[in-house]
């Protein structure tokens, strides 16, 4: 997997710049409220959920679009899974919080105790973007991320903070 290759950091990655947003006409970028704006979907909200404590128990087909989720528990969004009932509450002011739980060995990532955590959510894009660049924003995830739109994989990223990412199919903000 790309994320036991030191050579890749992300897919499909915006450059990494300051955080702004494009507003739909002056009038609007004056009121500072982005989540007012026309250009704006929140993906807030109840997400279906998986939690999982070894990496190979994750549902590794889990985006296709009639995969059956039914059985799955649900997450706020935002929210920590920690605080969700989901792995146990760790609280480190320097290092990762994972670092007694398996040897410091780069590239290779273990399997057993590496939480994973699957979401999903049906997203209907306004008919107004269409032909639109979209970009998908992330403000925070503590580890790799991957996003799939449609079946398909668009971004894969690790250790994100603040990043963007774009996508000719959906435009998604999680502040």
């Known amino acids: 997997m790309e994320w036991q290759d030191t050579s890749v950091n992300a897919v499909n990655r915006l450059p990494m710049r300051a955080s702004f947003f494009a507003y ?3 009038e609007a970028a004056r009121t500072g409220d982005k989540s007012s704006s026309e250009r704006f979907l929140t993906l807030d909200g109840t997400w ?3 939690w999982v404590r ?3 128990q994750r549902p590794a087909d889990f985006f296709r679009t009639d995969f059956d989720d039914r059985s799955w528990g649900t997450m706020p969004v935002p929210g920590l899974w920690e605080l969700n009932g989901y792995g146990d509450p760790q609280y480190v002011n320097i290092g990762y919080p994972w ?3 398996f040897a410091n060995n780069p590239p290779y990532v ?3 105790e590496n939480h994973v955590g699957s979401y999903r959510r ?3 894009i306004p008919a107004s973007w269409s032909g639109q660049r979209t970009v998908a924003h992330f ?3 503590t580890s790799n991320l991957y996003l799939w739109v449609n079946d398909s994989i668009s971004v894969n990223n690790f250790y994100i903070y603040e990043n963007a990412y774009q996508h000719p199919y ?3 903000a999680i502040p």
């Open 99 to 101: 670092r007694e739980q």
């Open 54 to 56: 070894n990496a190979d």
């Open 48 to 50: 279906n959920f998986l």
């Open 170 to 172: 959906i435009c998604v």
């Open 122 to 124: 049906e997203v209907e």
């Open 139 to 141: 403000g925070s995830a």
């Open 24 to 26: 739909e006409s002056p």
């Open 110 to 112: 273990p399997v057993r």
